[in-house]
């Protein structure tokens, strides 16, 4: 319990701060926006390009272990989408950026720490597999399923041409693209321009942290709970459920098996309101998940290392 309130604490208290500055009126929302503005279009780009630039993508490669966390995240975006439409009656678009947020998991700020905590250093290799397809793959998904429901079920040709575009204008697909570039052809990045990413690639978890405290000032949980619940339980139940199933079935080795389980029990990430934010439907939704499934995660993440070989 302990190790966990050491990495999910110091998550709440950065949250707190920002939260609190914009309520008392010592940061204003237009700071906030700015702050948001930042962390999405240069800091967070910076940190998912030195994350995987320097990663080795071959050495902790895992198909099972893959395909073992990916049905649980397909499954739980699908439900989310799902629930959100007709058992909630929300708009496609909504629709789409709620089932983002039952999608992607807190895989880096809490999937990683957490595990090394419990299990060590030398059982990360299965995160590391995760976490350098995570972001790539759950972006591609969610934002070609978005343009797709924005062309009003046209023809996927036609979607497509919008697709790519979308894709390669997002500065996070940016900075995943030339990281995996950098990583797959071994180019030497100048040390002082290697530098100055790293020092935006550190401010990039804070400010994101700080701004997503201020904007759940704006973006209150009235006449959203019941969504925010069903979020909260594919996230941190179903997701993890139907891993659990898949690696078993693929016959996963302990390590790999611990690494899929944590990583998919993991709360909805930030990035899952930079991608409502992005498209500008399902905002207070998804800032409110990340809080509140981040909270609650501390006792379901327990659970399941209490449950895990």
Known sequence: MQALLDVIIPVFLVIGAGYIA??????SDKGTDALMTFSQNFAIPCLLFTALASLDLGASFNLPLL?????GAVAGFLTGVMGARFVFARPWTDSVAIGFCCLFSNSLLLGLPITERAYGPNALAGNYAIIALHAPFCYFLGITTMELVKNGGGSVVTSMTRVLPAMFKN???LGIS?????????????SVLQDGVDLLARAALPSALFALGGVLVRYRPEGDL?????????SLLVHPMISWG???TFGLDQDAFRSVI????MAP?????LFANMYGVARRVAATSVLVATASSIFSVLIWLLVLP
């Open 22 to 27: 914009v309520w008392v009126g010592i940061f």
């Open 67 to 71: 395909l073992s966390f990916y049905i």
């Open 171 to 173: 500065a996070l697909i």
């Open 178 to 190: 030339l990281g995996l570039i950098v990583n797959i052809t071994n180019i030497a990045v100048p």
């Open 226 to 234: 019941k969504v925010i619940l069903m979020v909260c339980a594919i």
């Open 246 to 248: 898949a690696a078993t």
């Open 262 to 265: 944590l990583t998919s029990a």
């Open 269 to 273: 990430g930030v990035s899952t309101y």
